[in-house]
């Protein structure tokens, strides 16, 4: 009998090597757990019955394309949609062997951060179903923290890899922009959306990453990775600067809860030998949320043009004429969140008000990644909580999109410069998990994810949820 | 702006949109408080320019896959109501 709660994707890989178990029972033993906890949490929309592959099986959120899976992105416009080619980073999986476990929830179109906004109901979070998973990559969060995937893949525009990652209690990193193909997936905000793992342990997370990584000629914003993926082995920090943005960690809004919890973590960095001093991004906090809702929905107005009803997906005929029907169509097929940014780009685009919206977004992106590199010529990595908050309860801020927003003050400013994180959970708050932000310069992955494991060796956090066990 | 973003609302959905972007454009009008003349604007995040392919022909995809999830095809076409 498989522990499937407790099992690591590293540990399931060990298992399938010694052959003490077949890929076709570890695919079952998933499958079975998902049966027997998904109506509660409802992390996954569909599962794939036919495992092929002798690895170990992965889930997808459902905004990856997948070759004869449905695929919707959380959305009714999508609806019914069956892409008819695989995503690179599905082909990278499917090389390495891995089985197709299922697609997970999502908030439509990426937009959110609780997983409320899937026009397929809500996933709930493993550790309190009353409470939201985060979002928007929650149904992969939940899946992984549940036992209902080994590991799973999620999208990070804003922070949809890392916060729910904090808020369910695992591991999410959001690689540097462009170190994943981004062909075949749903684009939202094509400059910042990026494919990360979301796994139990920080050594799994830099397995998978290995797997997906890397330029790929479909995708011309990819690059090669200047040093191959290191799995961490060390356990100490010595030599290395790790700095405390004070913006970061003072930020209006952080629960103290979570601020006593990471700055636990802050002190152990120390006595694990690391250097560990206050640096500040006076101005990437403050203006990172407003920076990213011009940036973010400017790009989304324009990706979802597509959805017009002609080549794929819902169609709302009636009316006289084509306008009607693409105006109906999309009416119908959208939810509200969506729309509001929809609206929210087309204005900040407009003849009259794009200099002032949008071409000053851009110049304050510049300023919030000239601040980082300051940040980053006296530190190797910098320490934030993840979220202000732990898991909020469903429906605490579904009718203040702006409420909301503000769960991704802490994620943003660095996604805003294309800068990689990792989120590592450091403790329970109220009996909910932690997560600690780890940020480093483009390409740092591997120093992310030394610190992330000796943090991690010195936490000790037991990732199965307490009424689970 | 319904217009130009191809939406039909409900009035409904217009009472409540109002409402809601009001305070969300309030929220994101504070980039204005900063004097940036003299910034250049970031559209991407990497230092990346001129990326070529080399000029191969692949396969692609076939026309009936491309068609497989149109709501209305005919003849080899995506078939729309009248413009």
């Known amino acids: ?469 | 702006m319904t217009r130009l973003a191809r939406l039909e609302l409900t009035e409904d959905e217009v009472a409540r949109f109002t409402e809601q972007l009001s305070a969300i454009l309030e929220a994101v009008a504070k980039v204005s408080e900063l004097d940036l003349a003299n910034v250049e604007p970031t559209a991407h995040p990497l230092d990346v320019v001129n990326v070529w392919a080399e000029d191969e022909p692949r396969p692609s995809i076939p026309a009936d896959d491309a068609l497989a999830n149109a709501p209305a095809r005919e003849a080899g076409f995506f078939k729309v109501p009248p413009a």
């Not at chain 1, 996933?123 to 149904?139: A, I």
């Not at chain 1, 929905?297 to 169609?315: H, K, M, Q, T």
């Not at chain 1, 300051?374 to 309860?393: N, Y």
């Open chain 1, 1 to 469: 009998m498989i522990d499937t709660l407790r099992l690591t994707a590293e540990a399931a890989l060990g298992l399938l090597e010694r052959g003490e178990v077949s890929a076709a029972e570890l695919h079952r033993s998933y499958l079975d757990a998902i049966g027997e906890r998904d109506d509660e949490l409802h992390a996954y929309l569909r599962t794939v019955d036919a495992p092929n592959g002798a690895g170990v099986p992965i889930a997808f959120k459902d905004l990856i394309s997948t070759r004869g899976v449905e695929t919707t992105a959380g959305s009714k416009i999508l609806e019914g949609f069956v892409p008819v080619y695989d995503a690179t980073v599905v082909t990278r999986c499917r090389e390495a062997g891995m089985p197709l476990l299922g697609k997970t929830n999502m908030d439509e179109f990426a937009m959110g951060s609780s997983t409320e906004n899937s026009a397929y109901g809500p996933t709930r979070n493993p550790w309190d179903p009353e409470r939201v998973p985060g979002g928007s990559s929650g149904g992969s969060a939940a899946a992984v923290t549940a036992g209902l995937a080994p590991w799973a893949l999620g999208s990070d525009t804003g922070g949809s890899v890392k916060q729910p990652a904090s808020l369910c209690g695992i591991v999410g990193l959001r690689p540097t922009y462009g170190t994943v193909s981004r062909y075949g997936i749903v684009a939202f905000a094509s400059s910042l959306d990026q494919i990360g793992p979301m796994t139990k342990t920080v050594r799994d997370c830099a397995l998978l990453y290995r797997i997906v990584a890397g330029r790929d000629p479909c995708d011309s914003t990819t690059v090669e990775l200047p040093q191959p993926v290191e799995i961490p082995e060390r356990e100490d920090l010595k030599g290395l600067r790790v700095g405390v943005p004070r913006e970061l960690n003072e930020a209006e809004g952080i629960e103290s809860g979570v601020k006593e919890v990471v700055e636990r973590s802050i002190e152990l960095c120390r006595q694990l030998g690391a250097e560990v001093g206050e640096t500040s991004l006076p101005r990437s906090v403050e203006y990172g949320m407003p920076c990213y809702y011009l940036i973010a929905p400017a790009e989304a107005s324009s990706n979802l043009a597509r959805y017009d009803g002609v080549r794929y997906g819902l169609r709302v005929e009636g009316g006289d004429g084509i306008r009607a029907m693409y105006e109906r169509t999309r009416d119908a097929g959208f939810g509200d969140e969506p729309k509001r940014r929809i609206m929210l780009g087309t204005y900040a685009l407009s003849a009259g008000y794009y200099e002032a919206y949008y071409g000053q977004a851009q110049k304050v992106r510049t300023v919030i990644a000239d601040e980082h590199a300051a940040a980053f010529r006296d530190f190797d990595v910098l320490v934030s909580p993840t979220s202000p908050t732990v898991a909020f309860k469903l429906g605490e801020k579904a009718e203040n999109p702006l409420a909301m927003y503000l769960s991704d003050v802490l994620t943003i400013p660095s996604n805003m410069a294309g800068l990689p994180g990792l989120s590592i959970p450091c403790g329970l708050s109220d009996g909910l998990p932690v997560g600690l932000q780890l940020i480093g310069p483009q390409f740092s992955e591997n120093t992310l994810f030394h610190v992330g494991y000796a943090l991690e060796r010195a936490i000790g956090f037991d990732f199965v949820p307490r009424r689970l066990q």
